[in-house]
């Protein structure tokens, strides 16, 4: 599996651990480790189509 299937997975766990507050604070852990997720993802994903076309 690939790290940014596991990325993917662990964003869903968060995501059902939301409360879905009317008003969603960004010192909310959930909304942290949400956020803290997604870049991770969008760093993977990134990385993994550089390595897809040939370049380090």
Known sequence: MLQSEK???A???V???C???EICSPDCPVFVAKR???MLLADLEEY???MDG???
């Open 19 to 21: 409360g879905k507050c």
């Open 36 to 38: 803290a997720l997604l």
């Open 11 to 13: 964003i869903e766990a």
């Open 7 to 9: 990325v993917k997975k």
């Open 15 to 17: 995501e059902a651990c």
């Open 54 to 56: 040939g370049t380090p």
């Open 48 to 50: 993994e189509a550089s």
